[in-house]
């Protein structure tokens, strides 16, 4: 029996918005082969992309363009086999990266931080391309940026520690997302204003799935430029703050 996806399936015009597995067909009682063997390279993909490491090298070496300083920092979580057995230690900065920071007395408006999060992969290749346009619109904005940091084995949490030992007004902390079975290479961006340890996830707000075949990295640069201008502009950050930027005209 040869495999069938269906053209004629009633969900098959889907396919063209989506790379979710939508009307795939059949063979017997299975899917066909060819979409079965897909599903298992995707989740290899997945697999890889949780294993990843950050580029530190490399992600230094893009950075200089916009000449800022470069921290590298590190979680409480001493590896990764750590990192995914406990979330609540790639949260926490390691008393190395605590001491780094100390000391930073004044005021910064922005601090931006790059975590390789649960896809290392999605970092490494789409932070540079976000930050070469989000970090001019801060400059012509005449915002102050902290040091940039690199934080190996750390989850979303850690942001508010590392941008309240910087000093910094407002925090935009860079991740790769969990990976999907559609996507191992999203990255997400969380803005928290007055960043203070502490905080849980209603006080930040997320633009996702930040990527090529995503969310285009001009367009999540100025949605992130958007809602940093209304954080600032409210004092606030999180479930208080509407991204009504489509409502504006």
Avoid: W
């Avoid at 649960?118 to 801060?138: C, D, F, M, R, Y």
């Avoid at 910087?166 to 996507?183: C, M, T, Y």
């Avoid at 999540?220 to 600032?232: D, T, V």
């Amino acid at each position: 029996m040869t495999d069938k996806v269906s053209t004629n399936h009633p969900l098959a015009f889907l396919r063209e918005f989506t790379a979710a597995r939508i009307a795939i067909g059949r063979v017997g009682n299975s899917i066909p082969l060819k979409q079965s063997m897909e599903f298992k390279l995707a989740h290899a993909h997945a697999r890889d992309a949780v294993y990843s490491t950050l580029d530190v090298d490399g992600l230094i070496s893009k950075f200089k363009v916009f000449e800022l300083p470069v921290f590298q920092v590190y979680s409480q979580a001493v590896n990764r086999q750590k990192y995914l057995k406990r979330p609540d230690l790639g949260r926490l900065l390691s008393d190395e990266s605590k001491e780094l920071l100390t000391g930073f007395t004044t005021s910064l408006d922005v601090a931006i931080i790059i975590v390789d999060g649960l896809s290392a992969t999605a970092v490494n290749e789409n932070a540079p391309g976000l930050l070469k346009i989000l970090i001019p619109l801060l400059t012509a904005a005449k915002m102050s940026i902290a040091p940039l940091c690199l934080v190996e084995q750390g989850r979303v949490a850690i942001g508010d520690d590392i941008a309240s030992g910087l000093n910094a007004k407002l925090s935009v902390l860079l991740i790769g997302e969990r990976p999907g079975l559609s996507s191992a290479d999203s990255m997400g961006a969380y803005l928290t204003y007055n960043p203070q340890p502490g905080l849980t996830d209603e006080s930040r707000n997320c633009v996702s799935n930040i990527r090529k075949e995503g969310l285009k990295y001009k367009q999540a640069a100025e949605k992130i430029f958007y809602l940093i201008n209304e954080s600032f502009k409210r004092k606030l950050s999180g479930v208080a703050l509407k991204d009504n930027a489509g409502l504006l005209g």
